[in-house]
Structures are given as C-alpha cells and as structure tokens.
C-alpha cells in the first residue's frame, strides 16, 4: 500500500496549485481519503476528504471556497484543488488513507499517509 503525493511546490499569494495522490494496492481498506496539512511545530490538521463510493466531502473552514478534492477512479488518483491561496495555507501537505466509509477529522483516524508534499506560499 502506497500512497505518493505530487504539486507541491513555491507560490505566490493569489495563486493557485493543484495536488495529487496516487492510491496504490487500492482495496476496500482505502474507503476515505483526505488532505492533511502540517505547518512546522504544528499538528497535523484536515484540509479536505472524500470517500470512494459515495463521494462525499468534507472541507476545513479555512479552505471553503478556495479548493476543491475529486477523484479519478480509473487512475487510483485523489486530487486537491486550491486557489486564492495565502501564505498562512504554507505547509508540508500528506495524502491519507482510511478503512472506514465514514470522515474522520482527526489524523489517528487514517492508516496510510503519503511522505508529504511541501507547499510555501510567499512573495
């Protein structure tokens, strides 16, 4: 099982970045996946999360309006969408993955995680 972030990278305020994650070894075990962010000396805080089967969403408040998560089935890919972005959004970004059908917030909740992607908004 793997999961492997891409499109992190430096930016100016106001622009915009999209990340991927790329699911391997997908089985009814990667039932969720989220976006996670980690500012330095900073927990980990969800951004975004969807499910496989019924897509649902979820999004931080801080990043309502300004992103978008989807998935690309047929290529094991997730997906995370961003704009307008500020430099408080700078963090090492990670891709995670859960069993469960159902959106946890909290990182303990998710089994697999990626090896993170940095994004550095700044001018």
């Known amino acids: 099982v793997q999961l492997v972030e891409s499109g992190g990278g430096l930016v100016q305020p106001g622009d915009s970045l999209r990340l991927s994650c790329v699911v391997s070894g997908r089985t009814l075990s990667h039932n969720s996946l989220a976006w996670f962010r980690q500012a330095p000396g900073k927990e980990h805080v969800l951004v975004s999360a969807?499910?496989?089967?019924?897509?649902?969403?979820y999004y931080a408040d801080s990043m309502k309006g300004r992103s978008l998560i989807s998935v690309d089935n047929a290529k094991n890919t997730v997906f995370l969408q961003m704009s307008s972005l500020k430099p408080e959004d700078t963090a090492v970004y990670y891709c995670?993955?859960?069993?469960?059908?159902?959106?946890?917030?909290?990182?303990?909740?998710?089994?697999?995680w990626g090896q993170g992607t940095q994004v550095t908004v700044s001018s």
């Open positions: 995670a993955a859960s069993s469960s059908t159902v959106i946890d917030i909290h990182s303990s909740g998710y089994e697999y």
């Open positions: 969807i499910t496989w089967g019924t897509g649902k969403t």
